[in-house]
């Protein structure tokens, strides 16, 4: 397989990017910049040098989360009449982002502390972030079990405390005389952490807090094992629920019978690419074909290229044999293509060989055409010669 | 999709806790107050200001404790005459949690000092941990594999201790003297801890320090991989018996085939809701319905609200084409839902059609039904004006 | 479910010790004086009080590797003529624990560095421990990608020092004033160790610093992810061929179709008890069926208790409705049981109804005897009275 | 299972390596070496001492990695005359590898430090590692949850800098008086590293620290899930086309039906052995059988040895019953192995039985072919006599 032009490469790495909208990148920029005049801010030197424009920079910044907010407020207002946004999650962001550092500054409170109100600001990620949800439904569906391993982690934790202050009270006074000392050190070493500010000195002391850090590294294990398990059963879900959706836009598929669509949809996966990227390049490896959901793109054959718009397919002849790449595709418009990797579309055909059929007759059909195109513009030189 | 108020997500997140009930949450609620104590007293400051008090406090939790266990013994031993309570595991706890601090005062030891006893009664949230039995479970069924980790964990605990001994010990005495404080260092650097009180200096002993680093994550790797591994199955398993049992409970299971019963179990998670909790609201967009297990909901449709009892279902039609809720369903007593998925329904019906054809009949009798009834209600309204 | 008595739970919990077998026992416990020995004998402290003692004990251990070793090699010798037992792996490890200390002392070297090579007889644990041919085939199957990791590990690693390197050099010489020092920073936060003896101080440096810990931690899931991945297809697959070769011991199985056989394969867990140990307590609920696949149980029904050899099974009535269990069945002899899961059960039938008949009619079968026995017994009663 | 000869276990540790091929080995060895002189010359004492062969080396490693990447870019050239080398991925490495030293020097740099640039020889490393498109992958499919993470991770850091910055400021003006400070106490602690120069030192900023540690715990955990799903699903991806690619060189497949085609190559392990080694040792338990996708062995059978070239299938005894292996089996040339594992064997029959039969068939017929040769061995020997 040949590697991809740095070019492609970073077209492909900064899609997600660009992908995230104007408005949205737009905001990062600005958090990014609230954030930093915030962090600067505390600095004495900084607040010196810069006191000014770092205040000014924060002002701007409140002022545009203030509109902001004001305009999303509004507009959910208008779709949604029966419910006051400040209630919804998003409302509360808002309001968090903007109300507390006039509040404090009018209690009187120092400028630089109440700018330090402006770290939730940091809360507008939850916005971007479209994943959030998915993690929440994890923590939440796995609640019981990561229950018992805090409760686990509770016991160790108080257990080696009280154990450590017994032995090494005498020796440490500082580091071990009181349970809340001994609870400090009990909870930086059973997260691994391991600061190195309260270490036990006797041998007994030693041996439990190597026993101490094996259970920790065993809870871990555990918290880990759990979260894994819950974030691919959700994962397997919500990718289903997106492809589905995005399946019913392509006629092809609505030819197959319904077990076959409910398995192909466990397949396929999703790609947003935005306009004039190319996804196929020709001359390269090709394992697998696409399905356009919505938007359009254009392959490069000769004499004209032809364009494809939602609902078609290409790069089919990747998966019938022929795996070097004859053309290049690339996308007109921002679009959202169904991937079908040469894997699944193999173990696919052997329960459901109709599918390769039609692929297969697509694929002849549309190269005749391109054959005839190619004879056509042939003799139409030939008549203009 | 709409994001949820913020007003359900509070009652969303505090559901587990309300499921508690409250003689379980009075009982968390003593234990925190009693470690919470039991930690104060062993501050010196804390002892000689407020010392009656937390004294007061400790012995008021240990009287709980006391008739707590009584309680729980007489009415395990009505229930069960061929066994005693104390040689149970509960049992244990309970008296753990009673017996030892008031013998130890008996013994002459000093208050303080005693009452770290009290840190047993930590032991006591096992009780309100559900999960601890498939914890535990997954141990003992991975056991072979996690010793064989813990084995290797061992040999590269001795081999990396006494390499470095030898390389160090002549210009770290103190640090890499005896095998001891090197094991020490071996453990707290395997586990990824590193506190830093014994840190290598030579070149030789920066290069083992970084090879055994390196195997502690290899290690540490491995054994979450197990546990990964042993809790996705435990948790399968453990899921299918309990959603089986609710299954038998909803009449609409019963009418399919067995494999399709089986089938369905998988895919089916639970959910317990508190009583007057909004399960739908009107407006969302849907992607699961709902099957009553045990309890009660409120449809609230015009003109009035129809309650659907155990067995019956409800938020089918977001799986037949119309996303959006179209009407709020609340529960009017604590119920047990069975939650079906759009992407695990889709499944389903690909291999079973008799599935959707039942819903659907359903729902369209449903909505005949109301339509009727908003027919009645305008004809009534139209005879009584 | 009732909770276990605290004495089932201690046989269960030692049950996999005991069944590691005296011989086997004996060896970890010669293992462990050995060790903790070879660890006292480098403190000065007790070489001057114990000394003499310590030599007895380190020269009695090696007395019995000696020996043990000789008699494996010899049986080895015996059964497999053609190879030498000191060229495979256990041979080799025989060997490095009598070897090198004896060498090293008649090579001048003082005894307590000398009996340091005793570290190596932690080797042992290799033989114990049946899981390490398992963990190092999951090591060599996915090489492949655990080798790119710490590839990546090494780039971050090099790239990461020589930028700090440039950042810190002049402010802290003695930290990051050489490529090693700077490279020992790097591998002490790329592990997430964090010895705390290398601190960047500059901005800069933290910001560096920042990113370095964060890809430390994606280095470490990638590596947890692959490990977990591949320690899963390697449990499955071994489980499988152990459980084949039991299950062709019990006759019922042979009774069912080929790919009930294999499906059944697949969810069959292994449980090796010891003698005389409660299976089956009455009372209790049960949620699993037992087949024997070598061994003999007692099931302590009256008038007469009945005794099950291989190939039998018990407790099926847990699956067919039943859960209640109605008798103790405690294990004669050491004795390897096939456990089927309620979960699995259901799966199963659905596919394979001839299961369940065949189960449910040997539980009548069973049932009508007992009946008998007990009509006999009263019969013969009513006749001595 | 007897265990393996030594021998054989490092013929089978060192395969891989060997594997690489000479010219990949000798770049790993020159790499080495490159980056070793690179760390010694920033030491003083080395660059005194040995300054001049240090310069020799690192200009030689230099020359080799130029001349490397002149020819790698003339072939390229050659083989795809439409786009420039300098422009992909490998041809910035390898620019990135000569280019930057000189330049440096040129511009006056002292030595030392322009030989830091060396440090990016390291990136050759993404040359040798086939597995690195793949780790890639897994990044860019699981971006929007790894995104989600990092958002949290986010979010935590700021938050609990924000609130550690009010509560420690006074106590520990250096450590927590400014929010960068505070911030690197935030990273150090989420990341569980440690490095224990800053650590907070009230009772509420105890607390806060705990709170702060387990969430990056939790944070590490859901990060390491999302890892381990990726990587599983796109390592049973690429597994499958690679071996797909093989299972068409193989006749004995072409006979099944596609859907058990496309079973078998979910089954198939590919294993890499180089020539002259054994696979097969006479008299060890096997539990797989051998397809030869590519290359050629010797089966030692008497009395003659049978070679076996691509196509061919050997071991398939362990599978139908007979488990002690009958012969030595050696690679010829380099040989491309495809493994079927008795558990996926025999699940395979249950669906296949068509499978079992052919298998069983050539069994047969190669051990009364095996018979016919020793009876003509020996009546040739009885007739020579």
């Known amino acids: 397989m040949k590697p991809p032009t740095a070019l492609t490469t970073v077209v492909y790495y ?6 995230l909208g104007a408005s949205s990148l737009g905001r990062l920029v600005v958090l990014a910049i609230g954030l930093t005049a915030m962090t600067a801010i505390t600095v004495p030197d900084m607040q010196k040098s ?10 701007s ?29 998003p409302g509360i962001v808002d309001a968090l982002a903007v109300v507390p550092v006039p509040i404090a500054l009018i209690c009187g409170i120092a400028p630089p502390t ?14 971007s972030s479209p994943g959030f949800a998915q993690l929440g439904r994890v923590f939440i569906l796995e609640a019981k079990p990561l229950a018992s391993v805090l409760a ?19 020796l440490q006074p500082g580091a071990f005389g009181t349970m809340p000392a001994s609870l400090w050190w009990a909870v930086v070493t059973l997260t691994t952490t391991g600061y190195g500010d309260e270490v036990p000195h006797t041998h007994l002391g030693h041996i439990l807090g190597a026993v101490v850090m ?78 356009i959901a ?18 078609s397919f290409f790069g089919e002849l990747a998966l019938l044999g022929d795996n070097v790449r004859t053309a290049n595709v690339v996308t007109i418009v921002p679009s959202t293509l169904l991937i079908l990797d040469l894997a699944d579309f193999r ?14 007759a697509e694929g002849k059909r549309r190269m005749s055409e391109n054959q005839r195109a190619r004879e056509l513009l042939l003799e139409s030189g030939a008549a203009s010669s």
Chains 1, 2, 3, 4 share one sequence.
Not at 294 to 311: F, I, M, N, T, W
């Open 152 to 170: 686990l982690f509770l016991i160790i934790l108080f257990l080696a405390s009280a154990a450590m202050h017994v032995l090494e009270r005498d």
């Open 214 to 291: 094996i259970c920790g590294i065993a809870t871990f294990g555990l918290w880990t094992g759990i979260l894994a398990t819950g974030f691919a059963a959700e994962s397997r879900r919500r990718n289903f629920i997106q492809t589905w959706d995005l399946v019913s836009k392509v006629p092809f598929f609505q030819t197959l019978d319904p077990s076959a669509i409910a398995e192909i949809t466990h397949m396929l996966r999703r790609l947003e690419v935005p306009a004039h990227t190319a996804v196929i390049r020709r001359g390269r490896v090709g394992d697998c074909m696409y399905f």
């Open 61 to 89: 910044c409140l002022a545009f989360f203030a509109v902001e907010g004001y305009v999303r407020a509004r507009s959910v207002a208008r779709a949604d009449r029966d419910r006051s946004y400040l209630l919804t999650a």
């Open 294 to 311: 919505d938007g359009e793109v254009q392959v490069e054959v000769k004499p004209a290229p032809v364009r494809l718009g939602s609902g």
């Open 14 to 19: 900064t899609g997600p990017l660009r992908r």
């Open 347 to 360: 173990t696919l055909t052997a329960h459901h060989s109709e599918l390769a059929r039609i692929i297969d």
């Open 50 to 59: 810069a006191g000014v424009w770092l205040s000014a920079c924060l002002w």
């Open 114 to 127: 109440a700018w330090l109100f402006a770290s939730l600001w940091i809360l507008k990620l939850t916005r």
